[in-house]
């Protein structure tokens, strides 16, 4: 009841400023577009940022290798330039939502890279008190909202955390992410139909990284440009570069803005690739070694950060090397602990369960 009572005074509200419908996208220098300049303290916090899931991502595949891992355990290596492009133009408060291959959306939100790499481990003082694992981790305070298993669940519970701030008219948006597969599942358009319908508060970003576990998206998808996927619910999109972190940002500020102004629902289809697996069991059949070498080459996020720092804002070697070896110190500290902090006690079994019985 009072949804639509709420609905229909916003409808009236709001004019909707954008076309609604695909928009040209800017695909960044590839495509010969320019992306958005960033300053030398922009290009710096991106470094750091991205370095740092990296290279904790290096090591959760260490770990893993070495035993101390167990279950899943998604890498995000390769993709970083989404997520943090994307936090650099959200606001505090606003909501992150995932699937698993989440570490580097927990890193990027803030969370303390111990309580990530103890839960990996499956220790006491992991964000899920080691009982949650990789796909299960959360943080109110950081607004992270996980962290699950289900392809495309995300979506429609990104969408409800849209429609508190909606009903709340906190201000906030929400960054519902999700694969090329996932893009494929029935209850994302369910959530699209409902988001625009009331002009919900949601960004949705698509990261296409060209697979969905041994699946390229040309064999799964009849239409690759996730960006149109909105269409038929008059849902603007946007194809973007998410190897340049630039056009990451100004792409998303732009998704961002234009939910946080009343308009409804944004697509943002992130143009990535993961150069790992699609997990740690994966045997990379599906691509061969030299598509990954080029891209690793060619269009790598971080590297083409450190080269404008390097090249555009004046900056050496030795002042970079003194940021790789703090990184590697949060790394090396999470990984210190994560290895020698307990494991739950057999007690924890039962809390933090909801049991229903049923007569
Ligand atoms: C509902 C559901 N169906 C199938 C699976 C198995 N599964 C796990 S990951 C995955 C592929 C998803 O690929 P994509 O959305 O492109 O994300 P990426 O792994 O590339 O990040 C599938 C089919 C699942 N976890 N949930
Ligand atoms: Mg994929």
């Not at 650099?88 to 309580?115: F, K, N």
């Not at 269409?231 to 570069?241: M, T, Y």
Request: hydrophobic share 35%.
């Amino acid at each position: 009841m009072a949804v639509s009572a709420r609905r229909t005074a916003r409808a009236g509200s709001t004019g909707r400023a954008a076309a609604a419908k695909t928009r040209g996208a800017p695909k960044g220098e590839e495509a010969g577009a320019p992306a958005s300049s960033f300053s030398k303290d922009e290009d710096l916090q991106a470094y750091r940022d991205m370095l740092l899931i990296r290279r904790f991502e290096e090591k959760a595949g260490q770990l893993y290798g070495m035993g101390l891992i167990g279950g899943f355990c998604h890498l995000y290596i390769g993709q970083e330039a989404v997520v943090v492009g994307m936090q650099m133009a959200s606001r505090e408060g606003d909501e992150v939502i995932t699937g698993y291959r989440d570490h580097g959306h927990m890193l990027a939100c803030g969370m303390d890279p111990r309580g990530v790499m103890a839960e990996l481990t499956g220790r006491r003082g992991g964000y899920s008190k080691g009982k949650g694992g990789s796909m299960h981790m959360f943080s109110k305070e950081k607004a992270f909202y996980g962290g699950h298993g289900i392809v495309g669940a995300q979506i429609a519970i990104g969408t409800g955390l849209g429609l508190a701030n909606w009903y709340r008219e906190d201000g906030k948006v929400a960054l519902a992410y999700c694969g090329d597969g996932a893009a494929n599942q029935g209850q994302v358009y369910e959530s699209f139909n409902m988001a625009e319908l009331w002009k919900l508060p949601v960004v949705y970003v698509i990261e296409n990284n060209k697979y969905a576990m041994g699946t390229a998206v040309t064999r799964a998808s009849a239409q690759t440009d996730f960006s149109k996927r909105g269409v038929s619910f008059n849902i603007p999109g946007e194809q973007v570069d998410g190897m340049d972190v630039r056009a990451v940002r100004e792409a998303g500020q732009r998704a961002i803005d234009f939910a946080r102004a009343g308009n409804g629902p944004y697509i943002l289809e992130m143009q990535t690739y993961r150069y790992r697996g699609h997990s740690m069991s994966d045997p990379a059949k599906y691509r061969s070694k030299d598509e990954v070498a080029k891209m690793r080459e060619e269009r790598d996020p971080i590297e083409m950060v450190r080269k404008r720092l390097l090249e555009t804002h004046g900056m050496d070697e030795d002042e970079l090397k003194k940021i790789d070896a703090k990184v590697r110190e949060i790394v090396n500290d999470a990984s210190e602990f994560a290895s020698h902090d307990p494991e739950p006690d057999p007690s924890e079994l039962w809390t933090d369960i909801l049991l229903e019985v049923r007569a």
